[in-house]
């Protein structure tokens, strides 16, 4: 069966701090992984997306996240956190083999950066 | 761009009544589908299509009609609503294909069940 899994509900950093929100998943063949983030009363926005190549992806607004397929997990990273960055975050495989579309959502992790 | 567009933002219904949100893309996507977000849930897929006239069952279908007869608009229904349909609904669009695979949402509907 199809899964994902966001550990941590709540993630709290200082702002100028590294960040880390984390996702592990599991899928049957290769894995489509995608970050998408939720900003207040708003609809979700694309961040990111691994599809093959380099293990390390590069995003929107400075994020980026780490594909490790040994350890089936896609956790996405920020150097220095804004207090801007404050959002809800979730991953989210693409299902259905490459000419469908259907993400599957996690359940989200509230990012809080302080100032 | 318009992008994607629904309507309407806010709906206050009442056990039983029926209903329809509006969705509406103007990038010619291919793949349209209708999201539930609920506390603590994340987001579940109700319904999506492939293409006009082409719609199938996501996670949670029951309760809901939808149809695509263009391209561009994929409504869905609500046929008596119930409390538990409480939610904030969101439509989202793309094209097919892994490398151009970027869902496209709206700014959702917010319904309320009595």
């Known amino acids: 069966a199809q899964s994902v899994a966001q550990p941590e509900d709540q993630v709290n950093v200082a702002e100028g701090n590294p960040l880390t929100v984390k996702c592990t998943y599991s899928v049957s063949g290769n894995p489509y992984l995608f970050w998408y983030v939720q900003y207040p009363n708003r609809g979700l926005q694309f961040l990111l997306k691994?599809?093959?190549?380099?293990?390390l992806v590069k995003g929107s607004y400075g994020f980026e996240a780490e594909f490790n397929k040994s350890q089936t997990s896609f956790h996405l990273k920020k150097p220095s956190a804004l207090v801007s960055d404050s959002a809800l975050y979730f991953c989210a495989p693409l299902l259905g083999g490459s000419t469908l579309g259907r993400l599957y959502f996690g359940r989200g992790t509230q990012l809080t950066v302080w100032p | 761009n318009a992008g994607v567009t629904q309507t309407p933002k806010f709906q206050v219904l009442k056990t039983g009544q029926s209903m329809t949100l509006q969705c509406a893309q103007d990038m010619n996507h291919e793949y349209m589908s209708w999201y539930r977000q609920d506390p603590g849930m994340g987001l579940r897929l109700i319904h999506y299509s492939v293409g006009a006239g082409i719609t199938d069952q996501g996670e949670v279908p029951n309760g809901y009609n939808v149809s695509r007869s263009t391209t561009e608009d994929f409504p869905l229904r609500l046929l008596s609503a119930a409390p538990s349909q409480t939610s904030v609904y969101f439509c989202?669009?793309?094209?097919?294909?892994?490398?151009?695979?970027?869902?496209?949402f709206g700014a959702g509907t917010r319904l309320s069940v009595l």
């Open positions: 691994y599809i093959t190549g380099d293990n």
């Open positions: 989202a669009s793309s094209y097919l294909g892994i490398a151009i695979n970027i869902q496209y």
